[in-house]
């Protein structure tokens, strides 16, 4: 079966700090994406990478920033977490540049205090 | 440009049947629909690819018009199973003059009771 895990199913963290998102996945996928989701507003799409060490600025990018050092891991950086950033998070991978048939991991609810 | 889907929510009893539409002003590449039930990750049903495409999963089926600028999504005789928040995902090709992307509507809730 195909997997994409996050590191962690919820997470609570203090305004300010910097918080780290992991994503692994064992498809030996090109494509990987962060989406945030938040109730009634969908799936938006933070950043994605088509490559190692590439990454394009999704339709939110500002207050994170992300890291592929390696191609089935992507990261998801906050640098100084803030309250509005609290949000269910989803990584996905895709054979496709066009992110085709996305999978996704289960996500990770952030919540920043 | 985030596609419009309608209705935001829907319940129905087990046996009945809905539809789900996704609009978008411009023309699409591709259309691709997920479905999330509650508390799981999103999980792909199938993408159209071609004006005028028509494709089925189970009871499940999905419609793209010739201009590619709506999909419906097709339930029929729905089960309790079907229950959970339908996005579609059209991509965006060569989206800032690099590789393309997926912008999601915001999602149409279902809810079958029995």
């Known amino acids: 079966d195909v997997k994409v895990t996050q590191s962690s199913r919820y997470l609570v963290k203090r305004t300010g700090e910097k918080v780290f998102l992991e994503c692994v996945q064992d498809m030996d996928h090109e494509n990987m994406f962060w989406y945030r989701q938040d109730p009634g507003l969908g799936l938006r799409l933070i950043y994605f990478s088509y490559d190692v060490k590439m990454k394009e600025k999704g339709d939110i990018p500002e207050g994170y920033s992300v890291s592929r050092e390696k191609k089935e891991r992507f990261s998801l950086i906050l640098e100084s977490a803030s309250t509005n950033q609290t949000s269910m998070y989803l990584c996905?991978?895709?054979?496709?540049?066009?992110?085709?048939?996305?999978?996704f991991g289960s996500g990770t609810q952030l919540s920043v205090l | 440009q985030q596609p419009v889907q309608s209705p935001q929510a829907v319940i129905l009893r087990e046996g009945e049947d809905a539809v789900i539409n996704c609009s978008s002003s411009?023309?699409?590449?591709?259309v691709h629909w997920y479905r999330q039930k509650h508390g799981e990750a999103p999980v792909f049903l199938m993408i159209?690819?071609?004006?005028?495409e028509q494709k089925g999963h189970e009871k499940i089926s999905a419609s793209f018009n010739e201009k590619k600028q709506q999909s419906s999504l097709y339930l029929t005789a729905s089960q309790l199973s079907y229950s959970g928040t339908y996005f579609c995902g059209p991509s965006r090709f060569n989206y800032g003059g690099s590789q393309g992307n997926l912008i999601f509507g915001k999602g149409t809730k279902l809810s079958v009771k029995p």
């Open positions: 996905a991978s895709s054979a496709s540049p066009q992110g085709e048939k996305l999978f």
């Open positions: 411009k023309a699409l590449y591709s």
């Open positions: 159209l690819l071609k004006g005028g």
